[in-house]
């Protein structure tokens, strides 16, 4: 397994989150034995209107769908940003056989930045390598608020000049 193809393959999927608007958040599920990419997702929130439509999510129910059943053995997550509890809940729930992610995320990342869910004692505790292609993974999310920002200060401007 060539992790730095797939994690290039889940920054890809961010780009489309972002040029969409999206938070740049890309996750494809892989099947390790073949190489064979099964599901892939990326946040998708405003798009779909709910909080649960994060990148992992997606990419793990497509593979579910794919695979033809809810425990993904043989399978591995990459995403671009340390999972969320949520989604690390999801990769305890779908039996992932391992995790990899990019950046690490201070505000919500639930493996090692604000907890760690698989210190506890969960019935499945898959390897963890983080840190693949990171800076990459951190500058798409950097880059896109900074472009937020920018409309945002810009938007303000124009309306500061109408309001005159
Ligand atoms: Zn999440």
Redesign the pocket.
């Known amino acids: 397994m060539n992790d730095e193809f797939y994690m290039k393959r889940a920054l890809e999927l961010a780009a489309l989150a972002a040029a969409q608007g999206e938070v740049p ?1 890309g996750a494809v599920v892989v099947k390790q034995s073949t190489g064979e990419i099964v599901g892939e997702g990326y946040n998708r929130r405003e798009t779909d209107k709910t909080p649960l439509a ?4 997606i990419a793990i129910n497509e593979a579910s769908r794919r695979l033809g059943g809810w425990r993904l053995v043989d399978c591995a997550l990459y ?1 671009t ?1 340390e ?6 809940g ?1 990769v305890i729930n779908s039996r992932v056989e391992r995790l990899v992610y990019g950046a690490s995320d201070p505000k ?1 990342g639930s493996c090692g930045s604000v907890t760690d869910l698989f210190s506890y004692p969960y019935n499945h505790i898959p390897p963890i390598e983080r840190g693949i292609l990171a800076e990459e993974c951190a500058s798409v999310l950097t880059e896109f608020f900074r472009q937020l920002r920018e409309r945002k200060n810009a938007l303000k401007n124009i309306s500061q000049i109408t309001d005159r």
């Open positions: 958040v994060h990148a992992e999510i995403v940003l999972p969320c509890p949520m989604c690390a999801a919500a």
